[in-house]
């Protein structure tokens, strides 16, 4: 027997993260009331924050304004948007409605991203927010809850997860880029082209800033990065980064050449006044704010001491007089062991009253999460509704995330290697490389992987429309 969404009692959502207020949303679209609850909140004693965030509102962004490729056909990550705007995301709508320019990337002005999902939220009338912390479970009353706390989990609350989950805690840091204002940048040594000259969403080809460095120059940033002061964790140290939000001074510890083959290298760029000479290393700041007035620097997460920073920093080519809005951070990341934990629902199997989702879940990315916050979110209100919803089909994006965080782990002499993951075509079934094309034009051996990865993402919206229409 179904329940009426008007005689629904409350689902209760704890985070209001990118995850927390996609899953609200999601609820509250499905006729179901929801509170929201987020520990942020202003106090008489003053503002009551995190150690990464800044304001109180809503899917703030901490590390980075990017929400990566929009490219459906070719990137796995703009295969997910493309899915998560089929299937109403607040998320993807806030971010298309405050996109800046970034080339082929999605990026937002992270202050009217997070103000325009604050007030979609509180303007929706099945929404309540309350902001308190959940010091500890959820009261047992709560019989259907998502939690979406994120990396910055209250202790109180991850200490009696992990308590009741059985399992040690997983952690790894997470790391955050600095921001500098566009006037201090000396744009008669920098240049602003996209990688490839590569149109973005927004049609600009020329998105980023990009300040170059010959060898001696790199040599020498090189060694003050490695010379440095860094920020000490003790306890934490023995904690291992994400692959994918490393701190620079930690991939220059890996091989002097490790920077200009990653966030640092020259390729697809051609500085204009001297188109004959290649750049040994090139340091991209991308646009952080509608106004053009903030640019990040790519890749430039650090756990450089803040006195360091705007020092090593300077001696970048066309930032020796840069101003910094803010200095780049480090903090701690959690996710529980989600394959041994987690049903395919995202439910907790030995609390099934409780669902999972965000970076909790070890998922990694801005997108990934709130991919997860949408998911979470439609299989409680389907199961408030009293329906049953499957996961979609692990050929689309979204499925291949449910299927990695549930499953899609190795066991190593019975211990889990599970760890943070964003989304890749790797984690979708494959296809066969196409030979012809659909002319019956002979595809090159070279161009076969990207019309494989078109065939997949083809595949992926045909099925997400499938399960859509099933799931109605």
């Known amino acids: 027997m179904s329940t009426s969404p008007t005689s629904a009692s409350p689902i209760h959502v704890i985070g209001g993260g990118l995850a927390g207020s996609e899953a ?120 259907n809850v998502v939690v979406a706390t994120g990396p910055l989990t209250s202790p109180a609350l991850a200490d009696a997860i992990l308590e009741l989950s059985g399992e040690g805690q997983l952690s790894f840091f997470d790391a955050i880029a600095p921001i500098i204002h566009v006037e201090s940048i000396d744009m008669d040594v920098a240049w602003r082209q996209s990688r490839y000259d590569k149109e973005g969403p927004g049609g600009d080809a020329a998105a980023y800033i990009n300040c170059p460095m010959n060898k001696d120059q790199y040599e020498a940033f090189i060694d003050a990065l490695l010379d440095g002061p860094k920020a000490e964790f003790k306890d934490w140290e023995h904690v291992p980064y994400f692959d994918g939000c490393l701190p620079i001074e930690v991939m220059a510890e890996r091989g002097r050449e490790t920077l200009r083959h990653g966030p640092m290298k020259p390729v697809g760029l051609t500085n204009p006044r001297d188109p004959t000479v290649k750049s040994y290393a090139i340091v991209q700041l991308r646009q952080d704010n509608a106004l053009g007035t903030l640019w990040n620097m790519v890749g430039f997460q650090t756990k450089l001491k803040h006195g360091a920073q705007a020092e090593v920093f300077r001696m970048i080519p066309g930032l020796e007089n840069a101003q910094f809005a803010r200095l780049g951070g480090l903090h701690r990341n959690t996710f529980i062991n989600s394959p041994r934990l987690l049903d395919r629902s995202l439910r907790m199997r030995l609390a099934p009253r409780l669902r999972f989702a965000g970076q909790m879940t070890g998922v990694e990315g801005y997108v990934e999460s709130a991919a997860t916050g949408l998911l979470a979110g439609r299989f409680a209100a389907a199961e408030r509704l009293g329906r049953t919803l499957d996961a979609p089909p692990p050929t689309t994006a979204l499925g ?53 990865k078109r065939l997949m993402s083809v595949r992926a919206l045909k099925d997400l429309d499938a399960w859509t229409a099933g799931a109605a």
């Open 400 to 452: 291949a995330l449910v299927d990695h965080v549930t499953g899609g782990h190795l066991e190593a002499e019975g211990k889990t290697t599970f760890q943070p993951m964003n989304i890749n075509y790797g984690l979708l079934p494959p296809l066969e490389a196409p030979k012809v094309d659909e002319e019956g034009k002979k595809i090159p051996l070279k161009e076969r992987g990207r019309a494989k």
């Open 24 to 143: 609200a949303w999601q609820i509250a679209q499905a006729g179901v009331p929801v509170v929201l609850h987020e520990m942020r909140r202003h106090e008489p004693s003053g503002p009551v924050l995190t150690d990464a965030h800044q304001t109180d509102g809503l899917a703030e962004m901490v590390c980075s304004n990017s929400f990566r490729s929009d490219d459906w056909q070719f990137n796995a990550v703009g295969l997910l948007h493309a899915e998560m705007r089929k299937l109403d995301s607040l998320i993807m709508s806030a971010a298309d409605q405050h996109q800046v320019p970034a080339g082929g990337a999605l990026a937002v002005d992270r202050d009217g991203f997070s103000a325009e999902v604050t007030r979609r939220i509180q303007a929706h009338p099945l929404i309540t927010i309350v902001r308190e912390e959940i010091a500890g479970l959820p009261p047992a009353e709560w019989d």
